[in-house]
């Protein structure tokens, strides 16, 4: 045995073969300038076609890394042969950066098709404003380009194209048409009923549209709802006849309601809002109560947070929002009034000691002595 080396034993690990390309990939971006140059020579002449296109993925994040140019030269370099693959990259920085070096490499056809149906809309706009660049296929990117590329397409084609988008689906695209077109409102007012024709008269209507958006507050279509609360804010941001859509069927159109009534105590008064907050009401809707009553003042923010702490579906909302309270805290100069005061004492009896503790200290001292009292 002696002059001889035992044999280590064969556990499996040191069978595997290591895979070396893609650990002198990751070096040619090291920050040592020797080590780069090293594994840069070495790598060149292992990157074939077959090669490139395993290695495309690790490449395109490393292209990220900010030594040089190198690597993303060589992707540039290398993209011709790999497109395919390239445009196809689950990476989605790699693979808008090789939409955007390609477009030279692209027909026509290939990027109109991409303009219109690439899942990702950033792609979509890339290769939409190439094409509008060279003025081509304008009229088939309106029809079915990322916003942004239609709203381009739009200003190209001009105000008798801008008439038939005043009710378009998108709100970019709406903004332009209303832009485009003398006097929006009077079209709105012409067009039939649909969601993009009540966003548009909300957009660009005056008071005397509130009744017409009032009708249609009792639409049986969720989305009609929504765009007439959304329209009356800014119509008729008084309107008496949004608040009750606070117990709506549809969530959408309830969050739209509180942005209506947000900073406008006048429309609901807290024992309405407070019953909304029993078990027997939707979620949604018992969130939309909540989230109003925080905003009237902040202890009476505090005291519906404590109510609801104990709730299985509001609590997580309640400590948050809690915790949010105790942080900013300091920055409270008000008291609650003295029956409020009382109320909040009460309720952090319940709570751990060290909670309570933090929100009693939190308390103004005159609104602590008046709790004690009560």
Known sequence: MTGTCARPPSNGWRTAPIPKLPLLLIRCVDWVRQVREAARAAVVSKLDNSALRAMLPLI??????????WMTTLLRDALPSVLDAALALEDR???????????????????????????????????????????????????????????????????DAAVAHLADRSAAVRAMAQVLVPDPAAHYRALPVSFGTLAGLGETGTAADAALLERHLADDRPRIRRAAVRGLRRVAPESPSVPPLLTDPSPAVT???????????????????RALLSPGHPIHTRRAAAALLRDRDTWLRLHTDLTLLPDPDLAADAHQDL???????????TTPPPALAAEITTLTTALDPDLARRIRFALPKPACRKGRHA
């Open 93 to 159: 920085e790699s693979r808008r950066w090789a939409h955007r070096e390609a477009l030279g490499l692209l027909s026509r056809e290939r990027l109109l098709e991409i303009a219109a149906t690439h899942p990702d809309f950033v792609v979509r706009a890339i290769c939409g404003d190439a094409l509008l660049d060279r003025g081509e296929c304008v009229s088939e990117l309106l029809a079915a380009g990322a916003p942004k590329v239609r709203v381009r397409a739009l200003t190209l084609l001009g105000p």
């Open 323 to 333: 915790h949010t309270w105790l942080h900013h805290s300091t920055a409270t100069y």
């Open 255 to 273: 969050r739209q309601v509180v942005t209506f009534l947000r900073g406008k105590p006048a429309l609901t008064d807290v024992p309405t809002l």
């Open 60 to 69: 395109g994040i490393l292209r990220r890394r900010e030594v040089d140019d």
